[in-house]
């Protein structure tokens, strides 16, 4: 069964400081990985994608992550950080190549960004 | 832009009572799906819903939920007899179904609260 650790409950940064929030996943086969953010009172949102391809993917806001294989890992990054940006994060993935294989969550990240 | 929408945004229950959680698709869009999150804890996978039949649904999709697609449009979550442990929000997403790999597109939740 696949599963997502994400070892950053809460994390507090001033503003334009830099942010990297792990994630490391467990599956034997084929992943798709995600980020989604959620702001707060509102739904959840995808920050960005790993399919195939350059492990290095950019998403929206100025977000990017790496997959790298051989850590089993998909950290987030982000070089500055905006007051904007407090919101939950949540790392996700899915197994196999289906196109529509449910998505295991992580515990989610708080990020909270001070001015 | 496309969202989907969901009904009522919080729903206070007794225990033991029926309950019944809408979601409102994105209009070409194939795959269902109902996820939960109980207060402080990961987003969980409940059921996901194509063509008018569960695909894959979780251990936690017992008896006491069921889905259905009743009118075409509306995407519905039942609860039969609810349980203190129900008290979750409610997440429905969609998937348009096509190609290798789609985004999962989710409402901005149902809040139960079980008394």
């Known amino acids: 069964a696949q599963s997502v650790s994400q070892h950053n409950h809460h994390v507090i940064l001033s503003e334009a400081a830099s942010l990297e929030l792990g994630c490391n996943y467990s599956?034997?086969?084929?992943?798709?990985l995600f980020w989604y953010v959620q702001y707060p009172g509102q739904h959840l949102q995808l920050l960005l994608k790993?399919?195939?391809?350059?492990?290095l993917v950019k998403g929206i806001k100025g977000f990017e992550a790496e997959f790298i294989k051989s850590k089993f890992s998909f950290n987030l990054r982000k070089p500055s950080v905006q007051w904007s940006d407090t919101a939950e994060y949540f790392c996700?993935?899915?197994?196999?190549?289906?196109?529509?294989?449910?998505?295991?969550f992580g515990t989610g990240t708080r990020l909270q960004v001070t001015l | 832009e496309p969202e989907v929408t969901q009904t009522p945004s919080h729903q206070v229950t007794q225990m033991g009572q029926e309950v019944i959680l809408r979601c409102v698709p994105i209009?070409?869009?194939?795959?269902f799906y109902w996820y939960r999150q109980i207060l402080g804890q990961k987003v969980e996978f409940l059921v996901s819903?194509?063509?008018?039949?569960?695909?894959?649904k979780s251990e936690i999709f017992d008896d006491q939920f069921s889905v259905e697609r009743p009118d075409g449009s509306n995407f519905t979550l039942k609860i039969r007899s609810t349980k203190l442990e129900d008290s979750a929000m409610y997440f429905c997403?969609?998937?348009?179904?096509?190609?290798?790999?789609?985004?999962?597109?989710f409402g901005p939740g149902t809040r139960l609260t079980v008394l």
């Open positions: 996700a993935v899915t197994g196999g190549t289906g196109t529509a294989s449910k998505l295991t």
């Open positions: 599956y034997g086969g084929t992943v798709n």
């Open positions: 790993y399919f195939s391809g350059d492990p």
């Open positions: 209009s070409n869009h194939l795959y």
């Open positions: 819903f194509y063509n008018n039949e569960i695909s894959e």
């Open positions: 997403a969609t998937n348009k179904g096509l190609g290798n790999y789609n985004e999962q597109f």
